[in-house]
C-alpha cells in the first residue's frame, strides 16, 4: 500500500511539474504534449487497483497544478487566489470524474475521445457564456511563450491548442498501455510502424505545419508612442494625486520624437485616470492636460483608460449593478453606472469611448446579480459590497482617422474569440491597455503579457500592449515581441505598427474545434446515459 502511495504521489508531482512549465518557464510550451500522462496513468492505476475514493486524489493534483501556476492572484486578494485555484480545481475534478464514470458505462478508446471532449467544452464555456469565468490554464495557452509552435491558431484558436495537447498525451498514453499490457507483441511490423507514426504525427505535426504559416505583408504603417508612467497601484489610487500623475506621464512623452509630425498613437494604460463622470469627460483635468500637450504636438492621438461614471435618471433601477444616489422631486432616482474604459481623443477637442465588457469576478463583476446582491445586502445588513462595474453589450471600434482600432482593456485579451469582434468590426491592429502592478513582480504579469501574443497570431494584427508597470510591447502578426519595456520602470517605447484588413480562418469562422467538442460532448454523454 506505501508503494502505491508513493507511485501516485510521484505521478501527482510529475503531472504538476510538466503542466505548470509552460506557464512558468519560457519556451517550454511541449511539455504540455506528454504533461497529461501522469494523470492518465494514474487513473489507470486506480481502476486497475481498484481504488477507492481516488475522486480526492485527482482533486489534489489539480489543486497543486492551480497553486503552482496561479498562485500569485493572492498578490492582489488571498481570498480571490484561495477561491480560484479551489473552484477551477473543482471544476477540472468534476470533467475528470464524469470520464470516470462514462468509462465505467462505454469500453475502449471512447471514454478517452468524451474526456477530451468535455474538457474542451468546458473551456469553450469559460470563454464564452460563463459568468464566474477563470480561463488562464486553457490548456491552448501552454504555447503563449511558444508562439513559434502554433502559427496555425490563426486558423483553430486557442482551443485548436487545446486539441492539439488531448491528442498528443492520449496518442502516447494508448502507445504506453499496449506496450505495458503485451498487446503491441501481438500486432504485425507494420501495426507497430503505423503506431509509432501516428504518435510522431501526433506530436510533431502541428510544428510543421506551424513553420508552413506567415502573416501577409502590412497594407499600411502607423506610428505608435507608448507610456509606461510606473505608478505603485496603491500609491497611484490612494496617495499620488491627479496632477501629478499627468505631469509626470506627459513628461515623459515629451522625451519622444516628434520632429516626423506623423500621425502618432499615443498609450496611456489601464485606468490612467479615475472617476470621470462620462457628461463632463470635457471637462475633466486630465483630459484638459492632454488638449494642452496635442497643441504643441498635433500629430498625436491619446488612448487612455480612465474609471468612469455614467448618470442615469430613472424610477426604477437600470441595472441590477447600478448605485442608487438620490431621489428627484419627480420621483426618479439618479443612478450611477462604474465602467472601466477607454478614451480616445485628438486636437478636435471630441473623444471616442469604449467600455470594457469582460469583467473580472469579484474586483469589477459581481456574477448572477439576481442572486448574489440580495445575498450579500443580507450578509452584510443591508450594505451592497461586491462588484459594480458595467460592462458595453455590444464590440465597437475607436477611430483615429481613418484607422479603426480593437482596444483589450486588461482581461479582455484572454479571451481570443472575443477580440476577434475588434476585427470585424474593422480593426485594422490590435491595443491592449492594462495595470499589472497588483500582483508584483510574479509570473501573473509575464502570462497575462503573452496572451496578448496569441491574440496577435488568431487576428493577424500587429498588437501594441500599454502596461502601468510593464510588460508594455510591440507585437507582430506572428506573436514575436519586436520590441518591449522592463518591469517596474518608467519607460517610453516607440514604434512603427503594420495595418491590416485580412480576416483569418478563425476570425472568420470563431471557434470551431469549441463547438465540434460539444457536440461530440452531448453525443458521448448521451451514449452512456441511454447504454443498457
Given amino acids: 500500500m506505501k508503494n ?95 470520464f470516470r464514470w462514462v468509462k465505467r458505462r462505454i469500453k475502449g478508446a471512447l471514454p478517452y475521445l468524451f474526456l477530451a471532449a468535455a474538457w474542451i467544452a468546458w473551456e469553450r464555456y469559460y470563454l464564452t457564456v460563463a459568468q464566474i469565468s477563470w480561463p488562464w490554464l486553457v490548456l491552448g495557452n501552454a504555447f503563449a ?14 482551443l485548436g491548442g487545446s486539441l492539439w495537447v488531448w491528442i498528443s498525451n492520449l496518442v502516447i ?44 505583408p502590412s497594407e499600411g504603417s502607423l506610428k505608435v508612442v507608448i507610456g509606461q508612467p510606473n505608478y505603485d497601484p496603491y500609491e497611484k489610487f490612494e496617495s499620488l494625486t491627479r496632477q501629478e500623475q499627468d505631469r509626470r506621464f506627459l513628461g515623459l512623452l515629451e522625451k519622444a520624437g516628434w520632429s516626423d509630425n506623423r500621425p502618432t498613437l499615443v498609450l496611456a494604460p489601464e485606468t490612467f485616470t479615475s472617476n470621470v463622470f462620462t457628461d463632463q469627460i470635457l471637462g475633466h483635468e486630465t483630459f484638459v492636460r492632454f488638449q ?42 439618479l443612478w450611477v453606472l462604474m465602467h472601466n474604459s477607454a478614451i480616445l481623443t485628438d486636437t478636435s477637442a471630441l473623444y471616442q469611448i469604449f467600455h470594457k465588457s469582460k469583467l473580472v469576478v469579484g474586483t469589477e463583476l459581481t456574477p448572477y446579480p439576481k442572486f448574489f446582491i440580495p445575498l450579500e445586502k443580507f450578509l452584510n445588513h443591508g450594505n451592497y459590497l461586491m462588484a459594480k462595474d458595467i460592462g458595453q453589450p ?17 482581461y479582455e485579451s484572454v479571451y481570443g474569440e472575443y477580440c476577434t469582434g475588434y476585427v470585424k468590426e474593422g480593426a485594422q491592429l490590435l491595443t491592449v491597455i492594462t495595470n499589472d502592478a497588483w500582483w508584483g ?68 469562422y470563431g471557434d470551431m474545434v469549441g463547438r465540434v467538442a460539444i457536440f461530440l460532448f452531448l453525443l458521448l454523454a448521451a451514449a452512456a446515459v441511454f447504454r443498457g
Fill in 4 to 98: 502505491r502511495t508513493g507511485i501516485f504521489a510521484l505521478l501527482s508531482l510529475a503531472f504538476a511539474l510538466l503542466m505548470s512549465l509552460p506557464w512558468l518557464v519560457p519556451h517550454m510550451g511541449w511539455t504540455a504534449l506528454l504533461g497529461l500522462v501522469p494523470l492518465l496513468v494514474m487513473e489507470h492505476l486506480a481502476t486497475e487497483y481498484k481504488l477507492k475514493h481516488f475522486w480526492w486524489v485527482h482533486y489534489g493534483t489539480f489543486v497543486l497544478w492551480n497553486a503552482v501556476t496561479t498562485w500569485w492572484v493572492g498578490g492582489a486578494t488571498v481570498g480571490g487566489a484561495v477561491f480560484a485555484i479551489l473552484a477551477n480545481s473543482l471544476q477540472m475534478s468534476v470533467v475528470f470524474g464524469s
Fill in 292 to 333: 494642452q500637450f496635442l497643441k504643441k504636438h498635433p500629430q498625436a492621438t491619446f488612448l487612455y483608460g480612465a474609471s468612469t461614471m455614467e448618470r442615469v435618471y430613472s424610477r426604477t433601477r437600470p441595472h441590477p449593478c447600478a448605485y442608487d444616489i438620490e431621489e428627484e422631486p419627480d420621483g426618479r432616482h
Fill in 173 to 216: 498514453f494508448g502507445l504506453m498501455v499496449a506496450l505495458s499490457d503485451g498487446r503491441m507483441g501481438r500486432w504485425t511490423p507494420q501495426a507497430r510502424i503505423a503506431a509509432f507514426a501516428g504518435v510522431a504525427a501526433a506530436f510533431f505535426g502541428p510544428m510543421i505545419w506551424s513553420a508552413c504559416l506567415k502573416a501577409r
Fill in 394 to 410: 455590444r464590440i465597437s471600434c475607436l477611430t483615429m482617422g481613418d484607422i479603426p482600432i480593437g482596444t483589450a482593456i486588461c
Fill in 145 to 158: 511563450d511558444s508562439t513559434g509552435l502554433v502559427q496555425w491558431y490563426s486558423v483553430l484558436g486557442t
Fill in 441 to 508: 513582480n510574479t509570473a501573473g504579469y509575464r502570462q497575462h503579457f503573452n496572451y496578448s501574443r496569441l491574440r496577435a497570431i488568431e487576428t493577424r494584427r500587429w498588437v501594441a500592449r500599454c502596461g502601468n508597470t510593464g510588460i508594455s510591447a510591440l507585437i507582430d502578426p506572428e506573436g514575436h515581441v519586436v520590441s518591449r519595456t522592463r518591469w517596474w520602470e518608467p519607460a517610453l517605447l516607440e514604434g512603427t505598427m503594420g495595418l491590416s484588413t485580412e480576416q483569418t480562418f478563425f476570425v472568420r
